[in-house]
């Protein structure tokens, strides 16, 4: 019986010395920064990673798709991200947070504030104070404004200035929020879904847009990404987060004019997810 005993501890013992192995492992392989663009259907949704294990969550997609792909990038005990951002609320960025802030605890949430008056709207007003209630501070969105998760750097490039409280008509052009991340020479633009009217303001502001990955606006829609944004971002490679739908998205236009740009074109409805890792020197798409 003792003896049965003693080799039970030890084969434990032996179990767990390659479980944390293979933990060290995995931390030491990880990239300083993933950036996983998320298939979620016609909608956007990107989870962002650090090896200081920063997790930080871009739009949440249309539907409760995005509570899956979560539970696959997260230890099923860890029910906390770092930052929230929702780039405008619409139902397509915005339905899958209200699943997300339901299940997850964030410490920050940064959006525009901007006024609706749909009931998903309503649900999103309500699940804000009850994070607020758990500790969650509410950020709101405008230019200049600069968020630092260890190495890299998240900054606002639009809306100019805080639309808190106004009512909006155009929430895709007026108050999109649009983010530059930085990480060293590597960088990655979330352009929401902004058109060319906003990218002209952008580029009038001289605001730094220039970036290595682009997330392309609006599922490629052909009033966003105009030629002389895409001159100014000068991106290697570019994102559409597009689903079956009935607007033709990516349009035709759209396509053409990042092909005359050389820009390596991704789509979420075809490639499924879109997995970048970077050093803050090269980029590496991940299989």
Not at 159 to 177: A, W
Request: glycine letters at 6%.
């Amino acid at each position: 019986m003792q003896k049965n005993f003693v080799l039970f501890i030890a084969g434990f013992l032996f179990f767990l010395n390659i479980f944390a192995w293979q933990e060290v492992f995995d931390l030491e392989s990880r990239f300083p920064l993933e950036v996983d663009f998320l298939s979620v259907g016609q909608g956007d949704s990107a989870f962002i990673q650090t090896s200081e294990n920063h997790q930080i969550l871009i739009d949440g997609g249309p539907t409760s798709a995005v509570l899956q792909k979560l539970a696959e990038r997260m230890p099923f005990w860890d029910k906390t991200l770092d930052l929230v951002v929702l780039t405008h609320p619409e139902s397509d960025h915005m339905q899958g947070l209200l699943y997300v802030l339901q299940r997850y605890k964030a410490d920050y949430i940064l959006w525009s504030g901007i006024k609706k008056t749909s009931s998903e709207y309503k649900e999103w007003v309500s699940v804000l104070e009850k994070q607020k209630q758990m500790g969650a501070k509410i950020l709101i969105a405008q230019s200049d404004q600069e968020i630092k998760a260890g190495k890299i750097l998240i900054d606002t490039i639009y809306p100019f200035k805080s639309l808190e409280g106004q009512e909006i008509k155009n929430t895709s052009n007026d108050s999109c929020v649009v983010s530059r991340l930085v990480f060293g020479k590597n960088s990655f633009l979330f352009s929401g879904d902004i058109d060319a009217k906003a990218e002209k303001e952008i580029t009038k502001s001289n605001e730094v847009v220039q970036s290595t990955v682009l997330k392309v606006a609006h599922h490629g829609s052909k009033y966003s990404t105009s030629a002389l944004f895409l001159e100014n971002i000068n991106p290697a490679a570019a994102i559409i987060e597009v689903g079956k739908n009935s607007y033709g998205h990516p349009t035709a236009e759209t396509l053409q004019r990042l092909e005359n740009s050389g820009i390596k074109i991704f789509r979420t409805d075809r490639d499924g997810d879109v997995k970048f890792s970077s050093d803050g020197k090269n980029i590496y798409l991940q299989k």
